[in-house]
């Protein structure tokens, strides 16, 4: 088979194809090699890339094959891994400086299952420092561009996750979404991102952001491919305490399994100020095709979903400016350079102890608090830092109980509103983002209107419900427009077969960009 | 140093490492003295990503002695992350209990069997669970900042008891920590190794002074680095004097300025207390759930079960040795608090033997002689009970006087012999009743004086026979002699009327 179409071909058909012998792995990993050669200069989506690992094993899966040995469920397929996920032996940063050179001595359980499942991982993906961002610009490593237009950002902090799809230099990918972060990104390069259940897919070696609201969940170009991909990622871990156990649905089979009286449906309040006209009008046309295949839309409040994004940033803050506290510079990680340091000291000391200043000199830092002082102000980026110390200040005493105490009861209703919404509706369906994606460095100055593209996701969070992205319309400007559909725990298959019926009647997913 | 013009109030704060195989939330070994760094992985030291998992024998420790403090435990206890920064605590946060502890409001009962004090019950406000950080020796001179951390103690899972401040004076405190130590031993929770770090003690300590316009609360100091229970003894005497002197000299109350809370380290070789630096770290320590861990659900079952499985406390053995077996209070207090091991030896030679008195003289007197001259505890006491009952028969029975039979006692301590096996190797031999009063008779009529003088009323004149029968037979027991000599005497006697 010719190298340029495979790129083109579904997971799911890749699949097929190897198993056929149509193809073998190494044909499909060095095509996708290929084109991250060829196209990743522009876009920037990986931070590495493991050809030699990836070709390795791709022979070997191949070897397996031939020989008839059994093979996993995504045997010889390319899968790309958001850099927030640890992998023994190869570098995981979180795009911060902080973690530059930091190698994990061991594989976060999604990881064990894509090697279980004799998947090829092809490289780490470009996101936002620590996951904390909208636009994937906060990576203090690379800037990654959307390849529908190479002057905007690709969303995030998943960006590089979905933008290596969109620009066909990977067939998969896993990314991680805290308030959006899977989500957004899908909708802004116009491929599919699932935020599972939290609780469905083990968080045990994802780099913590804000342990209640992180999930791992795929990103593909596809309804069936996704579908695929979380069976493989989903299942209880007995290594991670917030882990469901129950038993993972076949998915991969569900997915082709059209809905019959499927009631979706829209919140009013997600079609207010803000919401630009052109996304609107894509929302509004891809419910008509649901409604074109007998689903019944229905008007529903969230009421206290106006909260959302203040009970999003203290919660997430919170437990970010905790999480991130064992960056210190003792153990591993960066650490500020330590004989400048001490020779700095020194010399400060002497300065104040010449004027005769005793008392400064009392007050002057021990080298210990100086270097966590240098090491983490060097270490981390704006966002990040701004991001600790909101939460550092809302946990703290005094301030505790108007902010992380009230947010989460504010949280438990939010959480009450999709209940009583479920109760009514199978879906809920809307927006996944305010407008298409930004221009690069149009948010990086105002974190505030970045913070409120992430108005209609960050509930899917608070709540813990599961929540995906469908392509479901192009701007004006040629830019990708997501359908967000929203659905009750652990409903990930109602989700999936709602947006394969969509899928199946419209050709948004076939879309690409120019010139990839 | 009671001076009648204050009153001591001491609150201790006991950390207790749990006697667990595994670490409180990952699977690294606990053990003592391992090289550095070499008991670790992923979850204990911090490394990104990595998540915590409850060990439930730790928790399961910890519930079995919050039963036994009396504590009231509450269906649902859940995790909070104690925020601070230093080298030996990987996460920045120590997974603790906050305001949830799985236990509160419990108490322990303290008695001084010489009657020091009064009987009374010290309250327990919390004990809850938390992981231990790690070690750090430290070389921070100004200028150079050279630590040496070792993470393999962090993640041990501790419980801290705190009590409520009911210690009237040191001997309370140290009765407390002695009684807290016992109950925690038969519990079998833990090994309270202090040397090894595996009972800790942190003490507050002040003084309620009668003053005209009524009592004065001094400031609170809180005591560190004491590092055995006498040490707690001493440095809170320490402390009792210095801060009256201080009260006497500065006024300075509790809250007022200058009254606040400080810390002071017991210094073993100067005994006395030495005021000690701050740790670098905020007082605010932002508790909040730690949302990686999901929160404990105990349930009426669960309890019904550790209850059911506690075992027969210290308290409660103590009562039994005086109604059962007739052992005074001061006796049952020194047996139990050798430890359950050494109760059972006793119980065994009591009933054995069927004199718990006696039993009990030689437990206490013979048995903890040997065991503290030789280090030994009690399960590798080389004398087994029945061995030492049969010993404690012949003695009953007269065949064998104290004094030998201490020695055939030693012996077998010394070789682990059986009571013949030791008699025959010392040339012991017990004299049966016959032979005994053969050898009376004949030193009787040997010394017709000591008759008559018995006869005429002064007993005591028998005693030039005993020296005379022990060398004849040096098995002779010379009560037995003294009395058969008597008996035969007054048999004369009568006789002759
Ligand atoms: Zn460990």
Known sequence: MESMSIHELTATELIQRLESGDLTSVEVVRSFLDRIEQFDEKVQAFLRVESQRALSDAERIDQRRRGGDPVGRLAGLPVAVKDVICTEGQPTTCASRMLQHFTPPYDATVIRRLKQADAILIGKTNMDEFAMGGTTESSTLATTCNPWDLQRVPGGSSGGAAACLAAGMAPLSIGSDTGGSIRQPASFCGVHGLKPTYGLVSRYGLIAFASSLDQIGPLARNAEDLALLLEVLAGHDPSDSTSANLPVPEYSQLVSQPLDGLTLGVVREHFGEGLDSEVQAAVREALRVYESLGATVKDISLPHSRYAIATYYIIACCEASSNLARYDGVHYGYRTDEAAMLADLVAEQRALASRGEATALDDIDSPLVRMYRQTRSEGFGAEVKRRIMLGTYALSHGYYDAYYVKALKVRRLIRNDFDAAFREVDLIAGPVAPTPAYRLGEKTEDPLAMYLGDLYTVSANLAGICALSVPCGLSSDGLPIGLQLQGPPLDEQRLLRAARMYQAVTDWHTRRPEGF | ?497
């Open chain 2, 1 to 497: 140093m009671s001076d009648p013009s204050y009153e001591i109030v001491i609150g201790l704060e006991v950390h207790v490492q749990l006697q667990t195989a595994t670490k409180l939330f990952c699977r690294c070994s606990t053990r003592f003295g391992a090289p550095p760094n070499t008991q670790t992985c992923p979850v204990c030291i911090g490394l990104p990503g990595s998540l915590p998992v409850m060990n439930r024998q730790a928790f399961a420790l910890a519930l079995k002695t919050a039963v036994a403090l009396n504590c009231q435990i509450p269906g649902f206890t859940k995790w909070d992350r104690k925020q601070y920064y230093y080298p030996d605590l990987p996460k920045g946060y120590q997974i603790s209990q906050f305001d949830l502890p799985m236990s509160q409001h419990g108490y322990l009962e303290i008695n001084d069997a010489k009657g020091a004090f009064a009987p009374k019950r010290v309250g327990i406000l919390r004990a809850h669970l938390e992981e231990d950080a790690g070690k750090s020796m430290h070389d921070e001179l100004a200028g150079k900042a050279d630590s040496r951390i070792d993470l393999n103690r962090t993640g041990t899972p501790l419980l801290e008891i705190v009590s409520q401040p009911d210690m009237r004076s040191p001997q309370e405190a140290r009765a407390y920590l002695t009684e807290l130590k016992l109950l925690l031993t038969y519990l079998g929770v833990s090994d309270c190794n202090m040397q090894e770090g595996s009972l800790r003690v942190d003490a507050n300590i002040n003084l309620h002074v009668a003053t005209s316009q009524g009592t004065v609360a001094t400031p609170i100091v809180e005591v560190k680095n004491m590092n055995s229970f006498r040490a707690v003894e001493r440095a809170m005497a320490f402390e009792a004097t210095r801060q009256f002197d201080v009260w006497k000299d500065t006024r300075i109350a509790l809250g007022a300025p200058g009254g606040h809370k400080t810390t002071r380290g017991w210094d073993e070789q100067a005994q006395m207390t030495r005021p000690q630096r701050q740790k670098e770290e905020s007082s605010d320590y932002r508790y909040f759930p730690d949302p990686d861990l999901a929160p404990v659900i105990v349930t009426d079952q669960q309890l019904d079960a550790v209850r059911a499985d506690l075992g027969e406390l210290p308290a409660a053995l103590r009562t039994r040795l005086q109604t059962e077996w007739g052992i005074d209070a001061y006796d049952a207090d020194v047996i139990v608090n050798q430890g359950r091991a050494f109760v059972d030896y006793f119980l065994a030679l009591a009933n054995i033997s069927g004199d718990a008195k006696r039993a009990s003289n030689w437990m206490q007197q013979d048995v903890l002689r040997v065991l503290n001259e030789r280090a030994l505890t009690i399960d590798l006491f080389p004398v087994s009970s029945t061995s030492l009952a049969q010993l404690l028969k012949t003695v009953q029975q007269g065949e064998l006087d104290t004094s030998r039979a201490r020695d055939v006692f030693n012996a077998m301590a010394e070789s682990g012999d059986s009571m013949p096996q030791a008699m025959q190797s010392l040339g012991i031999q017990a004299v049966h009743g016959d032979e005994l009063a053969d050898l009376c008779r004949e030193l009787l009529e040997a010394n017709p004086s000591v008759v008559a003088d018995v006869q005429a009323g002064k007993d005591k004149a028998i005693g030039a026979l005993i020296g005379q029968a022990k060398r004849r037979n040096p098995n002779a027991n010379p009560n037995q002699v003294r009395q058969l000599c008597l008996e035969l005497i007054r048999e004369q006697g009568s006789a002759q009327e």
